[in-house]
């Protein structure tokens, strides 16, 4: 990635894309062609029309990128939307997320909200926040731990998948646990609490409390908790 200029705007304005090294809004500002940097930093509004490629994105307020999204590290902890595809290496995520197509990287870490328009794929997917994914959710380590709220994905797979119930010590009123919803889930090792599932395979499956589960097919072993119920059992 070449290196230009850096570009900093702290008030209101549109802006040409090309390239640059690091760019830092603080004001509103709509960057009006393709855009590569090695630095992308937002605390003000951003609005980039087209697509962005980056090394670093940090989101302290709101961005929006139109197009498709690329870069190797991601820190949000304001408000990000991308209309097209993203692929975020690394991606931290203490805000909200919301991409229109597919999701795709090495490490995701959610503590806030993605929302995805298609599917997700990682190599490692830990989430204490919440998702909704409209596709497949696919890594070979998924760890999800249930707060609040409902996580919804259409299917996960994957080679080890835990999900976990968690109190919410941030809630001082009752005891509210999130749930986690979908019509597929199938992996090597699957270890699931408070889920809502049509079918469930692997290797070996628990299934713990507060799962509501159709039909679960198995190879080697299957342990259920008593406070859960599952409709059907296949031993393949």
């Known amino acids: 990635m070449e290196k230009g200029h850096n570009l900093t705007i702290n008030g209101s304005g549109n802006y040409s894309g090309g390239q640059y090294d690091k760019i830092s809004i603080r004001g509103d500002a709509t960057l009006a062609s393709d855009l590569e940097c090695s630095a992308f930093n937002i605390f003000g509004t951003s609005e980039a029309l087209e697509s962005v490629k980056t090394k670093s994105v940090k989101v302290f307020g709101e961005a929006e990128v139109k197009g498709n999204l690329e870069s190797e590290e991601m820190l949000i902890m304001g408000t990000m939307t991308v209309g097209g595809r993203a ?7 203490l805000g ?3 991409v229109g197509d597919n999701l795709t990287g090495d490490e995701a870490n959610i503590k806030g909200m993605i929302s ?7 190599e490692t997917f830990d989430s204490s926040g919440g998702f909704e994914i409209k596709g497949l959710l696919n890594a070979d380590k998924i760890n999800i731990s249930l707060r609040f709220g409902q996580s919804f994905a259409e299917e996960i797979g994957g080679g080890v998948i835990t999900v976990k119930k968690k109190s919410n010590t941030l809630l001082p009123f009752g005891k509210e646990t999130g749930m986690l919803i979908a019509k597929v889930i199938e992996g090597d090792i699957v270890s699931l609490e408070n889920t809502r599932a049509d079918i469930v395979r692997g290797k070996s499956v628990k299934i713990g409390a507060g799962c509501q589960i159709g039909t679960v097919e198995y190879s080697t072993e299957l342990t259920q908790d008593k406070n859960s119920t599952i409709k059907t059992k296949t031993k393949l």
């Open 87 to 93: 692929d975020l290496k690394k991606m931290k995520i």
């Open 116 to 122: 995805v328009g298609g599917d997700v794929e990682y």
């Open 96 to 98: 909200t997320l919301d």
